[in-house]
Each structure stands twice: as C-alpha cells, then as structure tokens.
C-alpha cells in the first residue's frame, strides 16, 4: 500500500524484520491506526460535553501529527520530483496527484492531497493487512486448501515469473479463498455507523429519523439460517454464488452509495500479496498446533495472537527467485 501511495515501502526490505525496521512500522500504526474504534461520543453526546476522557483533545492531536508527518512526506516527494509533469505514466498516487495540482491547482490543494493520502492510509492498510493473516492463518489450518490454490496458482502462473492481476481470471479458487476469509472473518463486522435520514421499518422494527445504525455482517455472515455449515471455512461455497452479493447476504465491503469504494482495489491487492505468498513459499504450522483463531472484538476484528509460520522458498522458485 505504501508503494502504491508514496512509491517506496515503509520500511526497507532488509530492515523489516530488525528492531529498526518494527519502529517506524510502529509508529505508522500509532499515528494512521490508532483512530479506527467506535467513538463513544456518538451514542452518548453528554460525554463530548464534559469532555470525557479527553477523546476530543486526543483527536486534535492526532489530526495535528497526522498532519506534520504527511507535510514531512509531502516535502520529501516534492524536492525528489521537481518535473512531475506526465499524468500518464505509472507512478505512485501522492505523484499523480502533485501533476494534477499544476493542472488544476486550485482543486487539488495540499490539504486535498493530504486528506486522500490520509484516507488511504487510515482505512486501507489495517483492513488489508488484517484480512490477509487471518487468509494464511485459515490456509496453514485447511491444507488441503493451501494445496489446492497452490496447485491452481502453479497450473496457471508457474514458476518463472510473479502472479500478476492479468492472471486473476484464470484463478477462481484464490478469489473463492479471499471471499470466504472475508465471510468469516469480515475486518468491519459492524460496518461503518450510518445515520436513518427518515423514518423507517427494517425487520419489523420502526427506526426514527435521526437513529445511529449498525449492520452486524459478522452474524449475517455465520448466520445458519443463510449459510450451510456456516462456521466452517469451505472456499467451494463461492463456487456457487452468482455474484458475490447475492441475496445480500455477503456484504464485508458494506452496501450501498456508502459501501467501501476501494473494495475491487483491496481485493485485487490482497489477490497479488496472498498469491505471491503461496506462490513462492511453502508454508507450515510452527510445531504441531493450530493456529490459534481467536479474535479481538474490536472495530477491526484482528486476531489476539499474531499468526506466526515458517515459510521456505518453494523450490520450483529458487531459480526465479535467485535473480531478483
Ligand atoms: C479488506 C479490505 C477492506 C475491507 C474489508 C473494507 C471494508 C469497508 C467497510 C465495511 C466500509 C463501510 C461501508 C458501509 O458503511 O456500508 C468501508 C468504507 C470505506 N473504505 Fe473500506 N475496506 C477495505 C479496504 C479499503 C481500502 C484499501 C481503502 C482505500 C484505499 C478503503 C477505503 C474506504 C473508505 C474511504 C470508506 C468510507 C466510504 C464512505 O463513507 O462513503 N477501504 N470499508
């Protein structure tokens, strides 16, 4: 996500895994991450009156960091790229969208710029990242699976070039996994809070304008009434589903004019990330024992414990692999 937006990693490759590379991974998730929980304001306003915990002041100051580490980036991007010129190139977003402030400047001010860097960052990375560990994690659990995607990946990739999204049609059961990772697993199980702008009825029960509501996807998604063998991960069921919202019964992405308006992008991301990880390792339980499932019951459900494998170069990669 950071290559998409700023055109490097946060961390460097050979960093990532080192005490210097955790701290700036760390201190990105505390300034861009830390706001995604439901904010107890919006169901009892009396509390933002007397200033309750101080959430609202701890806001400013998290708007204001926020606000100084994208101005820092932003600085960094602006004297590497002084002839940011040509829109059509590939090139990173924070680029493409600095070309189009020289063409429309006074659209795309800095503060526009910041905002869609900030919502990238805000409500893209955790989401993704999350939906991708809990897919390995049900993987090393079902190897049957794993063996199954690999096999399909193997069959339409092979070994002498990465997974790319030219690929995607041709890899159905890899979509079915992240589909199916995301019926169990669905990273904003409440969705977003939304507001009834009239009155209404929904299952019976009238809601009155003005009413704060939930969609509870977690429970439509496991709901046996919906769902054969709900709990169970079983990839084959999207087999079936003719377009994945059928019935509306399958909705990780929210519906409707407010629903997430990145939801091809996420998937089509975590398709290459995933695909590449099964593409390139083999992957295994670090001793005999499952991997623990156990989730937070937060507004992102994340897992409690970190998934922790062992992955070795496939060994049909190591040839491709050895001349990156
Ligand atoms: C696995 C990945 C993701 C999941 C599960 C997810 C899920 C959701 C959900 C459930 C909503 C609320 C929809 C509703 O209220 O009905 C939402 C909204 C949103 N998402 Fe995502 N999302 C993901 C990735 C992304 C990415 C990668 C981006 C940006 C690059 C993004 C940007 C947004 C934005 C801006 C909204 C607010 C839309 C609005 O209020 O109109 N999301 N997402």
Redesign the pocket.
């Known amino acids: 996500?950071m290559r998409m937006v700023v055109g490097k990693p946060c961390v460097r490759e050979e960093f990532a895994c080192m005490d210097v590379g955790k701290k700036p991974l760390k201190e990105f998730k505390k300034v861009f991450c830390s706001s995604l929980t439901v904010n107890i304001y919006d169901f009892f306003p009396i509390l933002w009156w007397v200033g309750y915990k101080g959430l609202e002041k701890n806001m400013i100051r998290l708007q204001r960091k926020r606000d100084e580490v994208l101005g820092r980036l932003f600085e960094e991007i602006k004297l590497n790229n002084d002839n940011i010129l040509d829109v059509e190139k590939m090139r990173p977003l924070i680029e493409t969208l600095f070309s189009l402030q020289k063409s429309e400047p006074e659209f795309f001010s800095d503060d526009v710029i910041k905002s869609l860097t900030l919502?990238?960052f805000v409500?893209?990375t955790e989401?993704?990242a999350i939906?991708m560990e809990w897919a390995m994690s049900l993987l090393l659990n079902h190897p049957k699976v794993l063996q199954k995607v690999k096999a399909e990946i193997d069959c339409q990739v092979g070994c002498e070039r990465f997974i790319n999204d030219l690929d995607f049609s041709k890899l159905p059961y890899l979509h079915c996994v992240i589909n199916e990772t995301?019926r169990l697993y669905?990273?904003?199980p409440l969705?977003?809070p939304?507001c009834s702008s009239v009155g209404c009825t929904v299952g019976g029960f009238h809601i009155l304008q003005g009413t704060i509501l939930l969609?509870n996807?977690w429970s439509m998604h496991r709901d046996p009434k919906l769902w054969e063998e709900p709990t169970k991960f079983k990839p084959e069921r999207f087999e079936e589903i003719n377009g994945e919202r059928e019935g509306f019964k399958f909705?990780?992405?929210?519906?409707?004019?407010?629903?997430?308006?990145?939801?091809g992008?996420?998937m089509r991301?975590?398709s290459l990330a995933l695909g590449a990880f099964i593409q390139c390792f083999d992957w295994e339980m670090v001793g005999k024992k499952m991997v623990d499932m156990t989730s937070s019951s937060e507004f992102l459900v994340a897992k409690t414990k970190p998934l922790e494998a062992v992955c070795t170069p496939c060994p049909s990669m190591t040839n491709f692999l050895s001349q990156l």
């Open positions: 996500m919502m990238v409500a893209g989401t993704t939906t995301l669905p990273t904003v969705s977003l939304h969609v996807a909705i990780p992405f929210g519906i409707g004019r407010r629903a997430c308006p990145s939801a992008m996420a991301v975590m």
